[in-house]
């Protein structure tokens, strides 16, 4: 301690298993109050910043490095609009990732139950081959894949579409999706979490995976908010023009 109530920069670091080095550098960046300086120039901290520090790592754990320490810079310039819209922002986003994680669940339940046909086949396959395996226009393939669902190659001699295994696969869900009852914008998102975890078994796991991420992500947006509100009462009041005039 450099004086009774006063702390260094290493005794807020400990707390948190930081270095001294990362609470000046939290300092500077806005997200602590600037601190008191004593005799010699060192940095004086106090139970405000201790608690700043607290709310910033909560908070980190749900909003992420950027948005936190915004917030942590709207709430130490009283700007407490923005700090809320920042919060707000945050939650939202939670909501819409929570959303299409149900909309991917509920449609991998379908196609879980589907008697999908598997393919088998190494060649890629022509517009009207497709259409005709899947017993549909040919101009349905077509919007599918201006929707973002299919991504077929060109053939380089002629330009004409060419539908490789993988989307091939990826027609046959969309095909029971649609059968189903799906629009086309629930069934693009579906369609690429199943492309980019390579099969719909590997999307069962990552979504249980998802679930679990977002529920840790809300635990801690919940965690931090009773930091962040502590530090929000323990600020001192926004200087008046008076006291910005002496």
């Known amino acids: 301690m450099t004086r009774q109530g006063a702390l260094r920069p290493a005794d807020l670091a400990r707390e948190h298993g930081l270095s001294a080095q990362a609470v000046r550098n939290y300092e500077e960046?806005?997200?602590?109050?600037?601190?008191?300086?004593?005799p010699q120039g060192y940095r004086q901290y106090s139970p405000l910043h201790a608690q700043a520090l607290r709310a910033f790592l909560a908070l980190r754990a749900g909003f992420g490095h950027q948005v936190s320490a915004e917030i942590l810079r709207a709430a130490n310039a009283h700007d407490d609009e923005t700090?809320?819209?920042?919060?707000?922002?945050?939650h939202a986003d939670l909501l819409r990732d929570r959303t299409t994680l149900d909309e991917v669940a509920a449609a991998l339940g379908e196609l879980t139950s589907a008697e999908l046909t598997p393919t088998t086949d190494t060649a890629p396959l022509t517009i009207g081959a497709l259409a005709h395996r899947l017993d549909v226009h040919p101009a349905t393939l077509r919007k599918w894949e201006n929707a973002g669902i299919l991504?077929?190659?060109?053939?380089?001699?002629?330009?004409?579409?060419?539908?490789p295994p993988d989307t091939v696969r990826d027609a046959h869900l969309a095909h029971?999706?649609?059968r189903g009852g799906y629009l086309l914008e629930h069934i693009a998102p579906v369609i690429t979490h199943v492309r980019d975890a390579g099969g719909i078994a590997p999307l069962e796991e990552a979504l249980?995976?998802?679930?679990?991420?977002l529920h840790h992500r809300s635990r801690a947006m919940l965690n931090a908010s009773a930091h962040l509100a502590h530090y929000l009462d323990l600020r001192p009041?926004?200087?008046?023009?008076?006291?910005l005039l002496c």
Do not use: E, M, N
């Not at 960046?29 to 004593?38: K, T, V, W």
């Not at 991504?151 to 539908?163: E, I, K, Q, S």
């Not at 249980?208 to 991420?213: M, P, S």
């Open 29 to 38: 960046a806005g997200i602590l109050p600037p601190a008191d300086r004593g």
């Open 83 to 90: 700090a809320f819209r920042l919060i707000d922002q945050g």
């Open 151 to 163: 991504h077929p190659t060109r053939d380089p001699a002629t330009g004409y579409r060419l539908y």
């Open 176 to 178: 029971q999706l649609r």
């Open 208 to 213: 249980h995976t998802w679930r679990t991420r």
């Open 237 to 243: 009041p926004p200087p008046t023009t008076s006291d």
